[in-house]
């Protein structure tokens, strides 16, 4: 039954499906990565104004402005961490729904066949009673 099951996931359509859903929540985390690295860059960029506005203005305005861009620059990373970790989840979650699926719908498939083959294996065997029967005593018909 579970071969049957790994071979209607390989051949079918869900296949795909399963693989584009994927593909996007991958895109998700990429989109997520590249926002971290700009943030990174951001904060390098940054820090790189701070040292020539040091150069021109003084150390105690900057200390100021240092202190201020930290704040940020932490509250930043904080909320880009905890999208990252969103996103990571919503992947994880959305992975695990779409098998949980693809297999409760794949199960009920083999199920749905199986009772359906029994059925008709039922049908023909009272069929084959009725006519063995017909052909043993014909006065039934009567």
């Known amino acids: ?5 790994l071979n ?3 051949s079918s359509s869900i296949k795909k499906k399963l693989v584009c859903t994927i593909k996007i929540e991958v895109l998700e ?10 943030v990174v860059a951001a904060t ?5 104004v701070l040292i020539v506005i040091i150069k021109v203005v003084g150390v105690a305005v900057v200390v100021v402005i ?24 919503v992947v994880v979650v959305v992975v695990v729904v779409v098998v949980v ?16 083959v029994a059925v008709i294996k039922v049908v023909i065997v009272i069929q084959q009673l009725h006519n063995f029967i017909m052909f043993i005593e014909p006065s039934y018909i009567t």
């Open 8 to 10: 209607l996931i390989k």
């Open 1 to 5: 039954m579970l071969k049957s099951i």
């Open 29 to 38: 985390v990429v989109v997520v990565v590249v926002v971290v690295v700009v």
């Open 101 to 116: 699926v693809v297999v409760v719908v794949l199960i009920i498939v083999v199920v749905i066949k199986v009772v359906v």
């Open 66 to 89: 240092v202190k201020v861009v930290r704040v940020v620059v932490v509250v930043v990373i904080v909320i880009v961490v905890i999208a990252a970790a969103a996103a990571v989840v």
């Open 44 to 48: 390098a960029a940054v820090v790189v």
